[in-house]
Nanobody, 121 residues
Framework: QGQLAESGGGSVQAGGSLRLSCAASKYITCMAWFRQAPGKEREGVAT???????RYADSVKGRFTISRDNAKNTLYLQMNSLKPDDTATYYC??????????????????WGQGTQVTVSS
């Protein structure tokens, strides 16, 4: 099974940075980060197949970078210039098999337990 475990969340002031990690028990071709703020629906943040195949939500473009280390089966999310609106529980997700599709509207069948990110103003 593709078990996922996030780490790296925490509290930071606006303008600061955090790096989230997600360790997977196996290689999963399509991986993504989602987030859910209190009282809001879950939203996609970024997806990745490879460094040449990534997608970002408009709200995080230019501030967040998704990457992966396939040798370690680990997914990352580097978050810079954080804003209070980025406060949420962040989840990593995997889609396998991916059938050639990896976007935020895809169905993901592997999920982590979530890690909290809090950005104060």
């Amino acid at each position: 099974q593709g078990q996922l475990a996030e780490s790296g969340g925490g509290s930071v002031q606006a303008g600061g940075s955090l790096r989230l990690s997600c360790a997977a028990s196996k290689y999963i071709t399509c991986m993504a980060w989602f987030r859910q703020a209190p009282g809001k629906e879950r939203e996609g943040v970024a997806t990745i197949v490879s460094d040449a195949n990534t997608r970002y939500a408009d709200s995080v473009k230019g501030r967040f970078t998704i990457s992966r280390d396939n040798a370690k089966n680990t997914l990352y999310l580097q978050m810079n210039s954080l804003k209070p609106d980025d406060t949420a529980t962040y989840y990593c997700a995997g889609r396998g098999p991916w059938y050639g599709r990896c976007d935020m509207e895809s169905t993901y069948n592997y999920w982590g337990q979530g890690t909290q990110v809090t950005v104060s103003s």
